[in-house]
């Protein structure tokens, strides 16, 4: 990312505000800053020339230094026009020895989810990883996939969509009874030795400006919940939300919970030792579900796909 470039942007945000002005605070020559200025332009930024100076009309939504301008967390961005994968370049980040970086990108041509799962990822989404390196023990990394899914859920929910979490790490809105639409889904994944992380990488994949026609069945995205959506706003709330999080990693499952569609549902949740069916009663750190099965047994699941069921018919 481009410092000086970015410098130049802040001021511009003060506009009107001449090139001498401009380039007197950075220290820079005239030259320079109209180098910056036509770089910005060509970026996409809405850059305006008048007799009193330089004013800033607008920013294109996922540009890294749209998103770092004003932004409250200690990240650096990496943004992609199209990328093949974010979580792919995330890794390739950590495995340099990469920290507290976001690869966002607004279209995914080979985007992956839980169990090699496709996620279809067109133009117009919010796509992004970010590179953390926490000092935990391995436990620990699952309450990042938690806290991803809170901050997701959380931006939406600023944006007007009304955003719950269904376990284990997918952002819905919910329907009638036990159906939902899926609006965002993550996959995590993290490199360490068994008493402390090394790296942890959440993906997250948003909808967010396709229209419902253009999205899979049981998909949905911001703008089809709420007829608008600032993805700059959006992507910057989440990475504050997770940068506040993981913080505080006490506060992860307490958030979760508020936000659980799961929560209370009578559920099955496949794993490899068989199915557990009951209702869904907690979370527990560091993102175990617990199910009570029909016969009062609690079961607790740490990983497996969990399915919404509708209620038990009570007999009269």
Sequence with gaps: MNQTRLRVLEALTDGPVTGPAIAEHLDVSRNAVWKHVEALREDGFDVRSGDDGYTLGGLPALHELSVVLGLDAPFT??????????????RDLAEEGAADVVVLANEQTSGRGRLDRTWEAPPGGV????VVRPDVPM?????FTLAAAVATA??????????HIKWPNDVV???????YDKLSGILTEMQGEADRVEWVLPGIGTNAEASTADLPEGATSIRAETGAVD?????QRLL???????ENLDSVVPAWRELALTLGQRVRVETPDGDVVGEAIDV???????????DGEEVRVNAGDCEHLRPVASED
């Design 77 to 90: 961005v990496e943004s992609h026009a199209r990328l093949d994968s974010t979580n792919r370049r995330g």
């Design 127 to 130: 796509y992004l990883s970010i």
């Design 139 to 143: 436990r620990d990394a699952p309450l």
């Design 154 to 163: 959380r931006a939406a929910r600023e944006q007007g969509a009304d955003a």
């Design 173 to 179: 809105v919910p329907r009638d009874g036990t159906s």
């Design 231 to 235: 993805r700059r706003a959006f992507v």
């Design 240 to 246: 504050e939300e997770f940068d506040a999080l993981r």
């Design 284 to 294: 527990e750190r560091p993102g175990t579900l617990v199910v009570r099965r029909d």
